[in-house]
């Protein structure tokens, strides 16, 4: 098993059972203590769990934050979708990249890439990318919606309508077959839609458990999607369904196969 595969079992383990000694850990994954010490400092700086005397806690959270700590917990689907994200994205092009954290895994494969320009309105993306030199990298500006660390508002919305994109990654909270894309927050909801207005292709970035769930704001219809990179845990029969509306749907493997 792979290092960011054990963790993520690990995480999924200590959030069912909420206070979990590093004994208990070793047992259950058969590694070394000294094994599991590393995989809870590196959950630890992800702010998922609090290191204890002996063992790990889930960290109090307030009620906002806890979706990300749930998102967390399918950060293998999440490597996955990036992995086969990456192969879409060619030098020289320009893409938009959408905050939010598949899109984040996205950059990491995007750093020694050269002549790509990105424009992103995603404080993180902007972090991991500033120091790529084969990257022209523009951030959009505006507010900061530090839920999602991501710029909104006028100044974004005025800055999109400035740049064109070959292509444009991009995460959404819930996606389903009647009501298309939507989204928790209106002014997240603006920024997606304008960017699927401003790209000649638009890829979305949706783990399985998005699917088949309405959020309060729309953002777009599916007829605006382009293709939709997912996992392998999507229902065939579901899979089928998005297939028909002539999606190109891409569900990507743990073993870096791809079934389209």
């Excluded at 954290?101 to 494969?109: C, F, I, K, Q, W």
């Excluded at 002014?187 to 292709?201: C, N, V």
Aim: glycine letters at 6%.
């Amino acid at each position: 098993m792979l290092t960011y595969e054990r963790q993520s079992h690990i995480n999924q383990f200590i959030q069912q059972r909420l206070n979990v000694s590093v004994k208990e850990l070793s047992d259950q994954f058969k590694v070394s203590s000294m094994t599991i010490r590393r995989d809870l400092s590196a959950l630890e700086k992800r702010g998922l769990v609090v290191r204890v005397h002996g063992g790990v806690i889930v960290p109090k959270v307030p009620a906002s934050s806890r979706e990300e700590v749930r998102a967390a917990m399918n950060m293998v689907q999440k490597s996955n979708i990036a992995e086969a994200a990456a192969r879409l994205v060619k030098d020289g092009q320009t893409i938009f990249i959408d905050a939010g954290t598949t899109t984040v895994e996205l950059v990491n494969r995007l750093k020694d890439r050269r002549g790509l320009t990105v424009v992103t309105n995603s404080v993180k993306v902007l972090y991991i990318l500033a120091e790529s030199p084969g990257i022209n990298l523009i951030g959009l500006g505006g507010a900061v919606f530090g839920g999602a660390w991501s710029f909104v508002g006028p100044l974004a919305e005025t800055a999109i309508r400035h740049f064109h994109s070959d292509l444009a990654f991009l995460g959404i909270t819930s996606l389903s077959l009647e009501h298309g894309l939507t989204e928790v927050n209106y002014f997240e909801g603006d920024i997606k839609s304008l960017i699927i207005k401003q790209s000649q292709r638009t890829v979305l970035l949706a783990d399985s458990s998005k699917f088949e769930k309405v959020s309060p704001h729309s953002v777009a219809p599916l007829s605006d999607i382009d293709v939709i990179i997912t996992d392998d845990h999507l229902p065939e029969e579901l899979a089928a369904a998005y297939r028909k509306t002539g999606i190109e749907l891409i569900q990507a493997k743990e073993n870096g196969a791809l079934t389209t």
